[in-house]
């Protein structure tokens, strides 16, 4: 085997001795020819930046010139690589080497590889690293060694590689190091043990690496860290240890002398309770700290001073019970503040005072009863604020007070009952309220005035009963209103009143009874409406009148007995109709000013007639969906003529007849659904013109047979469902 591999990249190397066509380098060398099958599986790519020389004749490689600075060697079936396999391609700069075997790499393989600059030996089974493996490799600038099965590594398995600038050993089952395992590094800036089996560190065990700037030792076990771990690592800018079991972090685990350059510390999900208050004293320039999923019940109030130049803290998913008013002092930097997820009921006024660039506080999932006015007082750089899933039942006056820059406020899933006019004085920039699944139930006309800038509102899932006109006058910028899910009964005329701007209403699951264009005035830039499962039983005449922007009208799942016509004037934009799981029976020339209806959902309700011509007004129709309705038969000059119609549904109805030309002029329509009704025979002309036609759904009927004329002409048909017939 070591014989063969050999004999390939000598061949691979002398080829320039050999005619080639004008076929590329990577077109030639496309496997290995050879009696038996060890180089059944290989794959070569090459690529370089010489050019092939020409002579008048024929085409030749000059050995002069000819070199391979990148090379791609894909193995399938290599056990291993002789200490030869390489020494022929002397100039190559940048090397992959995969194998699904390969578990040693010889001694001296890369000894004429002295111009290598990056080696990726990623994804093999590498069992061991030795002293000097690359020694010869001087030039080498980036090692992937990345998901092997490297248990050990000896002492100075990279001596020689002083221009190695990035390591990677991500992925492997290494237990351990020791002090000098990374000797002879001095040039390395990137530094990767993420995913391996470490229990410890060595004491002084990076101590060579003074140029390091990023070190991670992510998903591995280490329970315990020292100040001796992290010595003589003066341009380090990333420490990360998240997902290790470290418990503590002692006042002296960082030699914050030799840190002051440490930008990144990350301690994500370990264990770690206790924090002693000098633990980050000393890290001067460190902008983001990570100290989530841990299990930290308590902070000195001492442990972040010094700490000017953070930017983002992380302290989410801790057993934190409460904060020290001056925890946060001196952090005049801090932009994000992550504490939700902990166990706090209460916060001092004031804990927030110094924080003065801060831009995003998150504090939901926790214990909050009251918010205390002055609590975010003078924070003018806020946008966001996040206090969902709490127990808030109260909000004083003056809580958001002089926030010029918040633009977001969540609030939902809490226990408020009511708002306070007085809550949001003087913030000017609000744009998105979440107040969803609280126990409110008055809204009271004076809070509009206050959150005039509001342009997305949440009160889905609270207790509101009724819309009082006027209630939401005042809010003029508002595009997005939500009102699910409250039981809401009377709406006025109004009701919606003073909302010029507004976008999107959603106000399904309530018990609306009626609505009518006095209702609705006001919402002349609507698009959307959504009154999905309430308790309507008739539209009458010209109900959406002043609504001609309206594209989308969502009113399934209602009582829907009855549409007058005239219903739908004014909707001349609408594109899409949903009327399904409501109780009409019989449709009429109801949907004549609908000339940009696209989709038209009629689905689970008691039609047993269709009007002629009832269609042909929705010149831009493309699907009609009447799947579970009651019709018996589909006649001529129903469906016909429809040019648009790409689909119609007709499953699970109780059809025993489709007429011979009740399709003819649907020359768009490519599916045509009628499974699960009771046809017994189609006649030869049912589909006759459909010429778009893709896809026939036929399944589940009484049919006994079918007349190759039917299909006769359906060019474009790929598709015919027959299955459950008596064919």
Do not use: W
């Amino acid at each position: 085997m070591k014989t063969i591999f050999y004999l390939f990249i000598t061949y691979f190397s002398t080829i320039c001795t050999n005619e080639v066509t004008t076929e590329t380098r990577s077109d030639k060398l496309k496997g290995c020819s050879t009696q038996t099958n060890t180089c059944a599986d290989l794959h070569t790519s090459i690529d370089s930046t010489e050019q092939f020389q020409q002579s008048q004749d024929n085409h030749y490689l000059n050995r002069s010139t000819m070199i391979f600075p990148n090379l791609k060697l894909d193995f399938d079936k290599i056990l291993d690589m002789p200490a030869q396999a390489l020494h022929e391609v002397k100039s190559l700069k940048v090397s992959k080497i995969t194998t699904e075997h390969i578990k040693e790499l010889s001694r001296k393989i890369f000894k004429e590889l002295t111009l290598l600059e990056e080696l990726d030996l990623s994804r093999n089974h590498i069992l061991e690293l030795h002293k000097e493996d690359f020694s010869p490799l001087h030039n080498l600038r980036q090692l992937d060694l990345s998901v092997n099965s490297i248990k050990s590594v000896e002492s100075k398995s990279f001596l020689g590689l002083n221009n190695l600038q990035q390591l990677t050993l991500m992925g492997n089952k290494i237990t351990g190091f020791d002090r000098d395992t990374f000797f002879g590094l001095t040039n390395l800036k990137d530094l990767s043990l993420v995913r391996n089996h470490i229990e410890y560190l060595p004491v002084t065990g990076f101590k060579h690496m003074k140029l390091l700037e990023v070190l991670r030792l992510d998903d591995n076990t280490i329970e315990y860290i020292q100040k001796s771990n992290f010595v003589d690592l003066p341009k380090l800018k990333e420490l990360s240890l998240s997902t290790n079991k470290l418990k503590s972090l002692s006042e002296d685990f960082i030699s914050n002398e030799t840190l002051n350059s440490l930008e990144i510390l990350n301690f994500q999900s370990n264990s770690i309770k206790d924090i002693y208050e000098s633990t980050f004293h000393g890290l001067n320039n460190l902008s983001f700290l990570d100290l989530s999923y841990n299990k930290i019940e308590d902070l000195s109030n001492e442990v972040f001073r010094g700490l000017t130049k953070l930017e983002a803290l992380y302290l989410d998913v801790n057993n934190l019970r409460n904060i020290d008013r001056f925890l946060f002092r001196g952090l005049q930097s801090l932009r994000i503040l992550l504490l939700n997820n902990n166990k706090l009921e209460d916060l001092n006024v004031g804990c927030f005072d110094d924080l003065s660039n801060i831009t995003i506080i998150n504090l939901k999932y926790n214990h909050f009863k009251v918010l205390r006015s002055g609590l975010f007082r003078n924070l003018f750089q806020l946008i966001k604020i996040y206090l969902s899933f709490n127990e808030i039942a109260y909000i004083e006056n003056g809580t958001f007070e002089n926030l010029p820059r918040l633009e977001l406020v969540e609030l939902e899933n809490n226990k408020l009952n009511r708002l306070n006019e007085q809550m949001f004085l003087s913030v000017l920039n609000l744009k998105h309220l979440k107040l969803t699944d609280n126990i409110i139930q008055v809204l009271s006309p004076g809070i509009a005035k206050q959150i005039a800038s509001v342009e997305e509102l949440f009160l889905s899932k609270n207790q509101i009963i009724e819309l009082k006109p006027g209630v939401f006058t005042g809010l003029a910028f508002l595009k997005y209103l939500n009102m699910e899910s409250n039981g809401i009964e009377k709406v006025y005329e109004g009701s919606f009143s003073g909302l010029p701007r507004l976008e999107l209403l959603q106000i399904n699951y309530n018990n609306i009874n009626a609505i009518n264009s006095d209702i609705l005035s006001g919402l002349e830039q609507l698009y959307e409406l959504e009154m999905r499962v309430n308790d309507m039983q008739n539209l009458s005449l010209n109900s959406f009148s002043k609504m001609n922007k309206l594209k989308e009208l969502i009113l399934g799942q209602n009582s829907i007995q009855n549409i007058s016509p005239g219903t739908f004037v004014g909707l001349s934009n609408l594109i899409v109709l949903e009327l399904d799981l409501n109780k009409l029976i019989k449709l009429e020339n109801i949907f004549e000013p609908l000339v940009s209806l696209a989709r038209l959902n009629l689905e689970y309700n008691l039609i047993e007639e269709i009007s002629i011509d009832i269609f042909k007004p929705l010149i831009s129709l493309k699907e009609i969906n009447l799947n579970h309705n009651k019709i018996i038969t589909v006649t001529n000059n129903v469906f016909s003529n429809l040019h648009s119609l790409q689909m119609l549904r007709l499953n699970r109805n109780f059809i025993k007849n489709v007429s011979s030309e009740a399709f003819q002029g649907d020359d768009s329509l490519s599916t045509l659904e009628l499974a699960d009704n009771q046809l017994v025979s189609l006649s030869g002309t049912s589909f006759f013109g459909l010429k778009m036609l893709n896809t026939i759904d036929l399944q589940n009927n009484h049919l006994r047979n079918l007349d190759y004329k039917i299909f006769q002409n359906l060019t474009q048909l790929k598709n015919v469902y027959v299955a459950g017939n008596n064919i």
